[in-house]
């Protein structure tokens, strides 16, 4: 049984850094590309940063250059650093992974001063 379970996520100032991880466990993790997306109260989720399972990344435009996604296949797990936070960045952050659509079960951050 394939399960993403995230953490890292809590209560930083704007400006701040934190570094999420989502650990995977029940499969092959290095076939799969993973994904980190986040919902907003109120909002959609969106997608925030991907990884291929060769490492090609790409990020939403409103993360560029301030969050980092990396994978460490020996772990079986995904990060995503985010560094320079904004209030606009609260939200739930969700890991998924293609194929086959995972997810876990989020892990809230919440960007205040």
């Known amino acids: 049984q394939v399960q993403l379970v995230e953490s890292g996520g809590g209560l930083v100032q704007p400006g701040g850094s934190l570094r999420l991880s989502c650990a995977a466990s029940g499969m092959i993790f290095s076939i799969y590309a993973m994904r980190w997306y986040r919902q907003a109260p109120g909002k959609q989720r969106e997608l925030v940063a991907a990884?291929?399972?060769?490492?090609?990344?790409n990020y939403a435009d409103s993360v560029k250059g301030r969050f980092t996604i990396s994978r460490d296949n020996a772990k079986s797990t995904v990060y995503l650093q985010m560094n320079s936070l904004k209030t606009e960045d609260t939200a739930v952050y969700y890991c998924?992974?293609?194929?086959?659509?995972?997810w876990g079960q989020g892990t809230q951050v919440t960007v205040s001063s």
């Open positions: 998924n992974s293609s194929p086959g659509d995972y």
């Open positions: 990884i291929s399972r060769r490492g090609v990344t």
